[in-house]
Nanobody, 125 residues
Framework: VQLQASGGGSVQAGGSLRLSCAVSGLSFSVYHLGWFRQAPGKEREFIATINWSGGNTDYADSVKGRFTISRDDAKNTVYLRMNSLKPEDTAVYYC???????????????????WGQGTQVTVSS
């Protein structure tokens, strides 16, 4: 199983980025997907999740209204669109995958079995 995150970079506050995570080695369409981030000296933080049907999503309060998670089952890829970026969004962003009943909303890193390598997002003021 491989999860390859990409799309990170350096932007100014107020800018936008779209992260992508290409997944291989599992039946993508039946996996819940999530994005987490970790800033230096801080714990890994839940950002967004989408269930395997794509019908349920959830977001951390800190990113609601600014970030959007989506998935393309034809491309085995999950995305995180990030708008109105703030300096406090600076972190390494990780994608993750897990099996779960479709109604479940997975917001804990302990619920995810597979992880990508992370992509750095830096937001300057």
């Amino acid at each position: 199983v491989q999860l390859q995150a990409s799309g990170g970079g350096s932007v100014q506050a107020g800018g936008s980025l779209r992260l992508s995570c290409a997944v291989s080695g599992l039946s993508f369409s039946v996996y819940h997907l999530g994005w987490f981030r970790q800033a230096p000296g801080k714990e890994r933080e839940f950002i967004a999740t989408i269930n395997w049907s794509g019908g349920n999503t959830d977001y951390a309060d800190s990113v609601k209204g600014r970030f959007t998670i989506s998935r393309d089952d034809a491309k085995n890829t999950v995305y995180l669109r990030m708008n109105s970026l703030k300096p406090e969004d600076t972190a390494v962003y990780y994608c993750a995958a897990a099996r779960a009943p479709w109604k479940e909303v997975l917001t804990s890193y302990m619920q995810y079995a597979y992880w990508g390598q992370g992509t750095q997002v830096t937001v300057s003021s």
